[in-house]
């Protein structure tokens, strides 16, 4: 399946390294979304575009800038992160404002960016 | 309160057989609903939505219950594949907000 893609799927980053992750989607929505699953632990709800705007941030470091330049693309800016910060980062897209009950608002996720930081 | 509870299992079965899970939510104005599939180390992957009261694909049927604020998956004559943690989703109305629970495991066995 391509219909949402992440690059690069694993990453290895120093502390002091400066790194970002893409994510791209060939779907047509307009909502993007980033999320944080750390081993054996739920998914976690990072950030939120509709439209390009950020419309969710819960509670994530500053360390972690993310980026939507457009509806089909969705950066995460890494810098200064910590050990604990090492998980999956998983991307996401959906159309807001589809029928609800319907197909339209259902979530579609890339393959995610396993990420090590030493 | 959780706005997505599961039971996190593992739910250990023999292959062939019929195991149910349940899920509750608890925002009485969520408008859609969701049964995920995430392999170890994998993305989560839809299984299936539920809609109204409920529908059916293959050995695969999900319940609504809007009443009593829960969701469920049965999966019949289980096959070594169908290993894998289950995530309960919840669209509360918010286009933009899913809530998922933290997911329940399933194991079969030969």
């Known amino acids: 399946e391509t219909g949402v893609t992440q690059t690069p799927r694993h990453l290895v980053m120093g502390m002091t390294n400066k790194k970002s992750l893409k994510c791209e989607q060939h779907?047509?929505?307009?909502?993007m979304y980033w999320y944080k699953q750390s081993a054996k632990k739920p998914l976690e709800l990072m950030f939120v575009?509709?439209?390009?705007?950020?419309?969710e941030n819960n509670s994530v470091p500053s360390r972690f800038s993310p980026e939507c330049p457009n509806s089909s693309h969705l950066f995460l800016h890494l810098h200064t992160l910590q050990p604990e910060d090492s998980a999956l980062y998983l991307c996401?897209?959906?159309?807001?404002?589809?029928?609800?009950?319907?197909?339209?608002?259902?979530?579609?996720f890339g393959p995610g960016t396993r990420l090590t930081v030493l | 309160r959780k706005e997505v509870e599961q039971d996190p299992g593992p739910f250990n079965v023999p292959e062939g057989a019929t195991v149910a899970f349940n899920c509750t939510y608890s925002?009485?104005?969520?408008?859609?609903f969701f049964w995920y599939r995430q392999d170890c180390r994998k993305e989560p992957k839809l299984l299936m939505s539920?809609?109204?009261s409920g529908n059916e694909d293959g050995r695969f049927t999900a319940q609504l219950n809007r009443a009593s604020q829960y969701i469920s998956l049965l999966i019949r004559d289980s096959k070594l594949s169908d290993s894998a943690t289950y995530l309960c989703?919840?669209?509360?109305?918010?286009?933009?907000?899913?809530?998922f629970g933290s997911g329940t495991k399933l194991n079969v066995k030969p």
């Open positions: 996401a897209s959906s159309q807001p404002g589809g029928l609800a009950g319907s197909s339209t608002d259902t979530q579609y």
């Open positions: 779907l047509g929505h307009n909502a």
């Open positions: 575009y509709n439209f390009k705007e950020q419309t």
């Open positions: 925002n009485s104005a969520s408008q859609s």
């Open positions: 539920v809609y109204s």
């Open positions: 989703v919840v669209n509360a109305g918010n286009f933009n907000k899913f809530y």
